[in-house]
């Protein structure tokens, strides 16, 4: 059975910065082992490649259900641009996603 599965969160990026101009939402992808609430691996498509991969060191590791406040801390320290509300918006919108998958796992024999 594969434990790790996709899960995402959105927000809508600040009026007047460059990239709600091209953009409007910002979308944070995440590969989650289900067992443990692990970030194996993360992406933000709308970053650039070196801002996405700056995210991924923060979120990679950590326990999606019970660092989120850590990851919030991090963010808001090390980053300085228009569009850290968002992502800290779309961050907690896919810790949301997967405190409804555990809840819906515990009523249920169906998850994996």
Not at 14 to 40: C, M, Q
Not at 53 to 67: P, Q, S, T, V
Request: aromatic share 8%.
């Amino acid at each position: 059975m594969n434990y790790i599965h996709i899960f995402s969160g959105n927000a809508q990026l600040a009026e007047g910065s460059d990239i709600h101009e091209t953009y409007k939402y910002i979308t944070v992808v995440a590969k989650i082992d289900v067992r443990n609430g692990e970030v194996v691996d993360c992406d933000v498509p709308v970053f650039c490649e070196g801002s996405s991969a700056f995210i991924a060191e923060i979120l990679i590791g950590k326990n999606i259900a019970e660092d989120l406040d850590e990851v919030i801390d991090e963010i808001e320290t090390r980053m300085h641009s228009l569009s850290k509300w968002a992502l800290i918006t779309a961050i907690q919108t896919m810790h949301n996603r997967y405190i409804m998958y555990k809840r819906n796992c515990l009523k249920s024999s169906n998850c994996s």
